[in-house]
């Protein structure tokens, strides 16, 4: 199999419950089954640093503005940028991160209303505006997030059941999103095979470009 000496980057978004995590463990099980290099990494977090920062930002007793919370993520993301995935990218790694940037437009600047494009700004000043390559973007219904997240232990502040909320979080992706080819969008009511086999098929298309 011909490989990208580049590497690769790689993110997952999407809403809670959306069926991110999953589709990262079967895609890293086909990566090495396939002997293709490969890091999986998540924010906010991947370096030690950022993962005290994480505990920081998603504790749900914080007392911190939306503005506030972007500078410690980004803060996070730089950490996380050049003493991770820059490194494995620069090995030739297909790099996979649980969620990136598109994640800090959503929550911190579409739903806490810092605003959208104020966020993209920042990122643009302050992290040079590094994202990844595509972007598997999960789609599913509000309904279907409460359901599943009621199977869950509620875990950190945005993992609420609250369906306002949600719903916002649905439409910040859908505007981010819209006319931008980095975005592959993933039906996630389909089976876990099915996403499976279209997350494949996008990868193998991009390391035999
Ligand atoms: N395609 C799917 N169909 C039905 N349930 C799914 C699917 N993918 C994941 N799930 C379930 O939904 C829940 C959330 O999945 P998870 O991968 O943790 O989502 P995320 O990482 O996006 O929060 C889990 O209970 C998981 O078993
Ligand atoms: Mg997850």
Redo the contacts with the bound molecule.
Sequence with gaps: MKFNSNGLFIS?E????????????LLAYFLKKNKIPFLITREPGGTKIAEKLRRIILDKKANITATEEILLLMSARMNHINNIIKPALKEGKIVIS?RFADSTFVYQGHVNKYGMKKTIDLHRILLNNFLPIKTFL?ILPVN?IIK??K??NVTNKY?KIDTSFHKNVINGYMKLSKNKRRFIFID?????N??NDKIVKSINNLILK
């Design positions: 997952f999407g809403p809670e419950a959306s069926g991110k995590s999953t589709q990262i463990k649980d999960f279907q599943r997240l199977k869950r993992d996630a009511l389909n089976s876990t099915e996403i």
